[in-house]
């Protein structure tokens, strides 16, 4: 079975650290790029960051300088390492797996959530004081 197991979310205080994880199995997780897109209560799902297979990053402009993205394709496992967090950063974090081929062709800041392949539960990210 195809799984994204997204994990590492939290209750943190503003300006604090946290440490998504997305495991992946069931699919080849050498093909696909993983994006990281998250929904604050009342908004619509937004893309917030990409990788894709190669290592290179993308980021929606709120979270430039603040996140990092990085992947493990031995444990097949992509990690978003959040620094500074703000009160808008609250969200549920969701992990989806894109092909490498079409996250390549448009541009993983440009493909739309409909273009993923698979999808994780979400892991929620509370920022607050």
């Known amino acids: 079975d195809v799984q994204l197991q997204a994990s590492g979310g939290g209750l943190v205080k503003p300006g604090s650290s946290l440490k998504l994880s997305c495991a992946a199995s069931?699919?080849?997780?050498?093909?696909?790029?993983i994006g990281w897109f998250r929904q604050a209560p009342g908004k619509e799902r937004e893309w917030a960051s990409g990788i894709n297979r190669d290592g290179s990053q993308y980021f929606v402009d709120s979270v430039k300088g603040r996140f990092t993205i990085s992947r493990d394709n031995v444990k097949n496992t992509v990690y978003l390492q959040m620094n500074s967090l703000k009160f808008e950063d609250t969200a549920v974090y969701y992990c989806?797996?894109?092909?490498?081929?079409?996250?390549?062709?448009?541009?993983?800041?440009?493909?739309?959530?409909?273009?993923?392949?698979?999808w994780g539960q979400g892991t929620l990210v509370t920022v607050s004081s």
């Open positions: 069931g699919f080849t997780f050498d093909d696909y790029a």
């Open positions: 989806a797996a894109i092909s490498e081929s079409l996250a390549s062709l448009y541009g993983l800041g440009s493909v739309t959530p409909r273009m993923y392949d698979y």
